[in-house]
């Protein structure tokens, strides 16, 4: 089993994020990516059809034999949180890795959370640190045109645009003095520097797809199942849309230009 691959999927181009990190935490295991670039974004969309798309996703990643799963969206992993208890292999969303990262950095016990409507909606993040430790102060706030901006390209902090909506989005978080933000969806990190940049360098970012990562080589680990092998893996990606859509983005999301064959599916 151990050789199987690790199977991951997002709305989109986001969950790149969480395989760019997986392929510097596990170089050795294989990973199938399948981002469902033509139904992008979830997170406006209801909890219904957040759900249906989510099984249909997984089960893409079934038929392709994958020995975890891994949904690196916050969207799905806030909303459809009954998939895991259905699949027959191990799975996690990026709510508790991400989640317990921030309880672990927070100084002040104020922590904030960004996220795509759905993830705000559902309180999932919130819910998961108050379990952790109910001392702590949250507060979110949904930021739906970030996912719009960053999969358009618009992701420079010098664009005055990037920080207008930044400022717009997170006046209030910093006004309230926090210390520590989850980048609640996977799409976020790509514009990190002009939060940064708007926060100040004392609050700590916390990535939910570095989180996943390394939470998932502990999943691998405690199931039996990392790969062992001494030779670097391999990277399938497979999309909803067109491929050259993909082609054109995707680079800015993995760090570095895909040189693997990507494949359009029917995913309905
Ligand atoms: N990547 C998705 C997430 O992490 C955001 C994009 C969407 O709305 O589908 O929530």
Do not use: W
Not at 108 to 116: C, D, E, S
Not at 199 to 219: C, F, P, Q
């Amino acid at each position: 089993m151990s050789e199987q691959s690790i199977g991951v999927f997002d709305s989109g181009l986001g969950g790149l994020t969480a395989v760019k990190e997986l392929i510097k935490v596990l170089p050795q295991e294989n990973i199938i990516y399948f981002g469902d670039t033509a139904r992008v974004p979830y997170g406006s969309r209801s909890e219904e059809t957040i759900k249906k798309y989510a099984r249909q996703d997984a089960n893409f990643l079934l038929s392709k034999n994958v020995k975890l799963i891994i949904a690196a969206c916050g969207t799905v992993s806030s909303v459809a949180t009954e998939l895991k208890d259905t699949l027959p292999v191990p799975f996690t969303g990026v709510v508790i890795p991400t989640a317990t990262a921030a309880v672990n950095a927070t100084r002040n016990g104020k922590i904030g959370i960004i996220g795509t409507s759905a993830t705000v909606k559902s309180c999932s993040y919130k819910k998961e640190i108050l379990r952790q430790n109910d001392r702590i102060t949250v507060f979110q706030q949904d930021c739906p045109l970030f996912v719009n901006f960053v999969e358009n390209g618009f992701i420079s902090e010098d664009d005055p645009l990037v920080q207008l909506m930044v400022e717009r989005y997170l006046s209030d978080m910093k006004k309230n003095g926090i210390d520590t933000l989850i980048l609640g969806c996977t799409h976020f990190p790509i514009i990190a520097k002009a939060i940064s940049n708007y926060l100040g360098g004392h609050v700590r970012l916390i990535d939910s797809g570095k989180e996943t990562a390394l939470y998932a080589a502990n999943m691998l680990s405690s199931h039996n199942i990392l790969n062992q092998s001494n030779t670097l893996g391999s990277c399938s990606f497979y999309v909803s849309d067109t491929v050259d859509g993909f082609m054109h983005t995707a680079g800015i999301f993995l760090g570095r230009n895909v040189s693997e064959e990507v494949t359009h599916i029917t995913i309905e």
